[in-house]
């Protein structure tokens, strides 16, 4: 769907401006929500996702405080369970796949991804899902741009895009919608509550790296602290990252490793050449 506005048409309709505008912002609200779910992964608030391809909901990891036992809320209201398939905590991303893949493509439509050809000022969109009040937006422009950063816990970031959408409580995952109907990115909150927007580029990297068993580029990191002899609480303070992070980074290079303990998953790392002892 493209958010344009055919003047003759308008004029000849005798329909403002203004409120033609807000008829095509609403149908775009009401098209893009059919690829946002809510998330139930952790105790007090669920938080937003994107359907992003068959069968897989990506959201923001900040917001997973457990590894089981979640759901995703569907455009229709019906609760479906979901498995973790991976957090990578330096880009703030989370990859969950639905358990009824069936359900799914009865309610879900795989997102419409665009590229991020976003200039300051072009106006956007966010668009999020709560399983109490349904589908959400917030509106705003593109307050900031630039190149590839570094998150604040060392992500590499394809490109930086700042929106000034509102944040509201359950944003986080949130989808950030172009003028086209199309979704560019999906929303995270930075430093001091500030919107940030991940780029699809990073997302779909992330997502690939995910599926096919990765893990994120603390994982390994926290392999060298396991050499050091640093536990789960030691290492969530080190890297700024919550301890439900470390645990399932941790478990995830025992099951690479195919390792029952600490020491033996840092033998056998550095016989990888990982780490070094």
């Given amino acids: 769907m493209k958010w344009r506005i ?42 937003s996702g994107v359907y ?18 979640m759901a995703v809320t569907l455009p229709d209201d019906r609760t479906l369970p979901a498995t973790l398939v991976g957090r990578d905590a330096v880009t703030d991303l989370a990859v969950l796949r639905l358990s009824d893949e069936a359900q799914a493509v009865a309610s879900l439509e795989v ?41 604040w816990h060392g992500g590499r970031i394809d490109q930086f895009i700042r929106p000034s959408v509102t944040l509201y409580p359950g944003f986080s995952g949130s989808a950030l919608v172009n003028t086209q109907g199309q979704i560019v990115g999906v929303n995270t909150a930075g430093p001091r509550h500030m919107a940030l927007t991940i780029p699809a580029s990073t997302v779909d990297r992330v997502v690939d790296r995910l599926l096919q068993g990765g893990s994120s580029e603390r994982g390994f990191l926290g392999l060298g602290m396991l050499a050091e002899g640093l536990g789960n609480k030691a290492i969530a303070r080190r890297l700024t990252l919550s301890e439900h992070t470390v645990k399932f980074h941790i478990r995830s290079i025992f099951s690479k490793f195919h390792a029952s303990s600490c020491t033996e998953a840092v033998i056998l790392g550095a016989r990888q050449g990982l780490i070094l002892l």
Avoid: C, F, Y
Avoid at 124 to 131: E, F, P
């Fill in 6 to 47: 055919n003047m003759t048409n308008v004029l000849s309709e005798g329909m403002s401006p203004l409120l033609a505008l807000s008829n095509d912002l609403a149908a775009i609200v009401e098209q893009t929500g059919t690829s946002i779910v809510s998330v139930n992964g952790r105790r007090r608030r669920s938080s």
């Fill in 52 to 69: 992003w391809r068959q069968g897989i909901v990506v959201t923001a990891e900040h917001t997973i405080g457990r590894d089981d036992e």
């Fill in 111 to 151: 997102a419409a991804i665009g590229d991020s050809t976003l200039k300051v000022g072009h106006l956007v969109l966010a668009i999020a899902r709560s399983g109490d009040s349904g589908v959400s937006a917030s509106m705003g422009v593109i307050s900031a741009i630039g190149g590839t950063w570094r998150s």
